[in-house]
C-alpha cells in the first residue's frame, strides 16, 4: 500500500508527506517566529507588549520568504551535508538549491525553524511538562497516520527508541516495561506476539504479558535480575529444536551453521529493531543537536526514508582492485575452510579461536610461506582504486561509500 501510494520515483520527500501532510504549513511558522524571538531575547515573557510586536514585525520578512522556499529544500535532500549544496565543487553544488537562498539564511533556519512554540513549553517538574513537547505534533500527526492505515498482524516489534524516560511522579517497574504495556493496549486477549531486545526483557514483563494473553520474545543478558542461575557453558547441550541458516563470511562465502528455532523466528519477525540507528550511521547528517527542531527530525526523518535505497541498484564492479592481504588473513583463508570441512559443528567463533591458537604456535619460517605485501603492491592497489573510483559518476560514488561502508559493518 506504502508503495503504490507513494508512486514512482520514490523521493524520501513523498513518505514524509505521506504521513505528515500539511502538518508544517499549518504549524510551523507560528512555532519558527516564536522559537527564534526566544534565541534572541533572553526572557521574552517579561517583554511589553509593543517589544513582542516589534520582533513580530521583524521576523515577517522571514516567514514570506520561508513560505515560498521551504518546499524546495525540504525535497532535494540528497547530500550527507546541507553544506555540499554550496560547494564550491561543480560535482557536489546543487544549482537549483543555491539560487533559492545563500548558506547563511539557510543555516539560520535550519537553527530556529520548530514544530512547536518554544514560548509555551512547560518547565521541567510542571503538571503538564512534556519531554517531547518540541516534536509532539509530528508524533501526533504520525500516531493518527499510523492507526488509520495499520493492519495489525500476529508479530508485533518493539524498539528501544521510542523510549522516552520515565515520567514524572511515577513509579517504574522496569527500565521499559511501561513502554511493552503502553504500546500493546489495544491488543490485550488476543495471543498477538511481541518481540523486543534485552532493553525492555525482563521476568516481570513476561509475567504482565501472560496475564494480558500476550506472547513475549526477546534478547537478555544472563546476569538481568529475576532470571535463573545458568548453568555453565561447559554443561550446556546443544538443543534438540535445531534449524540451518546461511551465514555470510569475510569472503562473501555462505556457509550453513547450526541455531534454535527461536533466533530464526526472532531475527524474521524483530522488525527494524535496532536496523534505524544502523542505517543512520552509514549515512548520518552532519548536525549533532539535541534540539528537535524540524531541521534535526525533519533531515533525520527524510535520510531515514531515502537513504537506504539509494544503495539499491549499485553494486561493486569486478574491475574495483582487491586490496592485498596481509600474512594472518592469507594464513585464516586457507585453514579456516580446512577446519571448516573437518568440524562441521564448530561454530564460527570456535574455527577463529583454533586458527588463532595454530598461527601463535607456528614458527617464523612456516609464518614466511604467507608474505607480507610489499610496498609497492600496495602503492598499485591505490593507484588503481584512485583509478576506479575516478571513472564513477558523483552518484555512483556517493553509493560506493554507503556500500562500502555497509560491507565493512557486516565484517565487523
Known amino acids: 500500500a506504502l508503495e503504490k501510494a507513494l508512486g514512482a520515483p520514490n523521493r524520501p520527500a513523498k513518505p514524509y508527506a505521506l504521513f505528515v501532510g500539511d502538518l508544517a504549513k499549518m504549524k510551523v511558522m507560528s512555532s519558527t517566529r516564536g522559537g527564534a524571538m526566544k534565541d534572541s531575547v533572553d526572557d521574552y ?32 535532500i540528497t547530500e550527507p551535508s546541507y553544506r555540499y549544496f ?19 539564511r539557510f543555516s539560520w533556519l535550519l537553527a530556529h525553524v520548530h514544530l512547536n512554540d518554544n514560548l509555551i513549553l512547560p518547565r521541567k517538574g510542571c503538571d503538564n511538562y512534556d519531554k517531547p513537547h518540541k516534536i509532539r505534533p509530528l508524533i501526533d500527526k504520525l500516531r493518527s497516520s499510523f492507526r488509520r492505515t495499520c493492519k495489525a498482524t500476529k508479530e508485533q516489534a518493539v524498539d528501544e527508541s521510542v523510549y522516552t524516560g520515565k515520567l514524572a511522579d511515577t513509579s517504574e517497574f522496569g527500565l521499559g516495561e511501561r513502554v511493552v504495556i503502553d504500546l500493546t493496549t489495544g491488543l490485550e486477549g488476543k495471543n ?61 562465502s555462505d556457509t550453513q551453521v547450526t541455531c534454535p528455532n527461536v533466533l530464526v523466528e526472532y531475527n524474521k519477525f524483530k522488525g527494524c529493531i535496532d536496523k534505524a540507528v544502523k542505517l543512520i550511521s552509514f549515512y548520518t547528517i552532519d548536525r549533532k543537536s539535541r534540539n528537535f527542531s524540524i531541521g534535526s527530525q525533519g533531515f533525520q526523518f527524510a535520510w531515514q526514508s531515502g537513504t537506504p535505497s539509494r544503495s539499491k541498484g549499485f553494486e561493486v564492479s569486478e574491475h574495483l582492485p582487491k586490496r592485498p592481504q596481509p600474512q594472518y588473513m592469507k594464513f585464516l583463508n586457507e585453514k579456516r575452510k580446512t577446519l571448516k570441512a573437518e568440524n562441521p559443528n564448530w561454530s564460527r567463533s570456535e574455527i577463529f579461536a583454533a586458527c588463532s591458537k595454530m598461527w601463535k604456535e607456528m614458527s617464523d619460517e612456516e609464518k614466511a610461506k604467507y608474505p607480507s605485501p610489499s610496498k609497492e603492491e600496495l602503492e598499485e592497489y591505490k593507484r588503481k582504486k584512485e583509478e576506479y573510483l575516478m571513472q564513477l559518476t558523483p552518484d555512483e560514488l556517493r553509493s560506493f561509500d554507503v556500500v562500502m561502508m555497509q560491507k565493512k559493518a557486516k565484517e565487523v
Open 86 to 104: 554550496w560547494s564550491s565543487h561543480e560535482e557536489l553544488r546543487d544549482n537549483y538549491i543555491s539560487r533559492l537562498m545563500n548558506i547563511s
Open 45 to 76: 515573557h517579561a517583554l511589553p507588549e509593543e517589544k513582542k510586536k516589534e520582533y513580530s514585525r521583524r521576523y515577517l520578512e522571514m516567514k514570506i520568504e520561508y513560505d515560498k522556499q521551504y518546499e524546495a529544500w525540504k525535497i532535494r
Open 192 to 252: 498477538y506476539h511481541v518481540y523486543f531486545d534485552s532493553f525492555f526483557s525482563s521476568e516481570n514483563l513476561m509475567e504482565k504479558m501472560k496475564k494480558n494473553k500476550l506472547y513475549g520474545c526477546g534478547t537478555v543478558g544472563k546476569n538481568r535480575k529475576g532470571l535463573p542461575k545458568f548453568k555453565a557453558k561447559k554443561e550446556l547441550r546443544r538443543g534438540e529444536e535445531m534449524t540451518q541458516i546461511n551465514r555470510k563470511e569475510k569472503d562473501v
